[in-house]
C-alpha cells in the first residue's frame, strides 16, 4: 500500500519537472539570442564605423595624412599614331609628329635603343625632331602612362641616303659619232640606283628593281645632245650630258 501511495505521489511531481525544464529553455534561448544579435551588432559597428578611424588616426600619426584607397591604373594607353615619314630621305634630321593619349609619354627608338621620352601635351598631340643614321633606321613608337603602363610598339623603316646615284651607260660616250639609218632610232641601255626616276631630255624612262633600263632615242642628222637625269628615292640627283653626232 505504501508502495502505491509513493508511486502517485511521483506521477503527480513529473508534470511540474517537466514545465520547469521548458520555460529554463525557452529563457536560456532568449539569452543565446540576444547574444548573438548584440554580438554581430558590435562587430558591424566595429568595422565600419570604429575600424576605419582608428585607421585613419594611425596613418595621421605616421605622418600620412589621410588614406583613401584609389583603384590601380592598369590599362595600356592607346599606340601613339605617328603621321607620315618618307622611307627615304636625304635629310639628317626629321620631324616627328603625331598623337597620344593626353599626359602620357612617347618613347621613341631607333634601332633598338631608346633615345627619346617625348611628353604628350593636353591636346594629345607631340612632335620630336629626331636625327637619323645614315643608311636605314628601324624606329619605334610606344606609349607610356604615370604608372608604368605601355603600349604595343608601332614601327616605321626610315632610309637615310645622302649620296647621289650612280649612272653607266653602256653603249653612249660624249663625242660619239653614230652611222647608218638603221641606227637613228637608237638604243640606249644602262644602269642606276633601283626604282630611281630617269629622264633623258624630258623624257621618263622606266627603272627596274635590279637598277637596269633600256629605250631608245630618235637621233637628228649631226649633232645631238643628250641629258640623263638620275633621282633616287630619297631625293638624290645625278646629272651626265652627252653629245653624239648622227651621219646617214
Request: hydrophobic share 35%; net charge negative; glycine share 6%.
Given at each position: ?53 582608428i585607421i585613419d588616426i594611425f ?190
Amino acid at each position: 500500500m505504501f508502495y502505491r501511495i509513493f508511486m502517485k505521489r511521483q506521477k503527480a511531481r513529473r508534470p511540474v519537472s517537466s514545465r520547469l525544464a521548458r520555460s529554463q529553455g525557452k529563457k536560456i534561448a532568449r539569452q543565446s539570442a540576444g547574444m548573438i544579435f548584440f554580438s554581430i551588432t558590435g562587430l558591424l559597428v566595429f568595422l565600419f564605423i570604429l575600424m576605419p578611424r582608428i585607421i585613419d588616426i594611425f596613418f595621421r600619426f605616421l605622418g600620412t595624412g589621410d588614406i583613401s584607397f584609389k583603384e590601380v591604373d592598369t590599362v595600356a594607353p592607346q599606340i601613339p599614331i605617328v603621321f607620315p615619314i618618307p622611307e627615304s630621305t636625304q635629310e639628317s634630321s626629321i620631324s616627328i609628329e603625331g598623337y597620344g593619349e593626353a599626359a602620357s609619354l612617347v618613347v621613341i627608338i631607333n634601332n633598338g635603343e631608346s633615345i627619346e621620352e617625348v611628353v604628350v601635351d593636353d591636346e594629345g598631340s607631340f612632335q620630336y625632331d629626331l636625327v637619323l643614321e645614315e643608311g636605314e633606321n628601324k624606329l619605334g613608337f610606344y606609349g607610356k602612362d604615370e604608372t608604368e603602363n605601355e603600349s604595343d610598339v608601332k614601327e616605321i623603316y626610315v632610309n637615310l641616303d645622302t649620296e647621289a646615284p650612280s649612272l653607266e651607260l653602256e653603249n653612249i660616250t660624249d663625242g660619239q659619232e653614230i652611222l647608218s639609218k638603221e641606227n637613228q632610232n637608237y638604243s640606249i641601255q644602262g644602269s642606276t640606283e633601283a626604282y630611281s626616276k630617269l629622264h633623258i631630255n624630258d623624257r621618263s624612262v622606266y627603272v627596274n628593281s635590279e637598277g637596269s633600263f633600256k629605250s631608245s632615242y630618235y637621233l637628228k642628222e649631226g649633232d645631238n645632245t643628250l641629258k640623263f637625269i638620275v633621282e633616287d628615292k630619297a631625293g638624290n640627283i645625278t646629272e651626265q650630258e652627252f653629245t653624239v653626232r648622227f651621219r646617214y
